[in-house]
């Protein structure tokens, strides 16, 4: 049923918008299931739903971009809609995306809201799950992150090459 109806609107409103959408929602019924079956469960169910649909949501970009470093770099446009990151692209190549964001409106939107603690589990959790679906060879290091209280966040991607498997001694 999902496939009759795609899911077009983070290309429409960008990702910033949808995710305070969905927070705006999903804070208050966090809230009243943590009351009913504690916290901690609840917000792991979460956690696993979203890391579930980000790994989707990065399979669906690759159908439609490929899956390449290029192709994942041209991804952020969303991501990066209204300025809501700010991104200093420090390394970029066939086989690696290296960035640190420098502002995150996402982290600022969270506290804002005042559910600092659950941006993790709604947006920066998403990522590693996201490269994922994207590219199942690719790989993500992220040492740290605004909203855990650096002054930036870091995304260094590893995209290993497609032949990396190939046994350079076979013969054919």
């Known amino acids: 049923m999902a496939d009759d109806f795609p899911d077009t609107l983070t290309q429409s409103i960008g990702v910033l918008m949808r995710r305070e959408t969905e927070a705006r929602v999903l804070a208050p019924v966090i809230d009243a299931l ?43 446009q969303f991501w990066t809609k209204g300025g809501a990151l700010e991104i200093d692209v420090l390394a970029q190549s066939e086989n690696k995306l290296d960035f640190d964001v420098k502002r995150c409106r996402y982290a600022e939107m969270y506290q804002a809201l005042g559910i600092k603690d659950l941006g993790s589990v709604l947006s920066c959790n998403r990522d590693y799950a996201m490269v994922e679906g994207f590219n199942p060879k690719a790989n993500l290091t992220r040492d740290q992150t605004i909203l855990g209280g650096a002054k930036c966040c870091t995304f260094r991607y590893t995209f290993p090459d497609a032949d990396a498997d190939t046994d350079p001694g076979a013969t054919g």
């Open 34 to 76: 943590a009351d009913a079956f504690g916290r901690d469960k609840v917000v792991e169910i979460v956690r696993d739903v979203i890391v579930g649909l980000a790994r989707e949501q990065g399979a669906s970009l690759a159908t439609e971009y490929g899956d390449s470093s290029d192709a994942f770099l041209e991804t952020l």
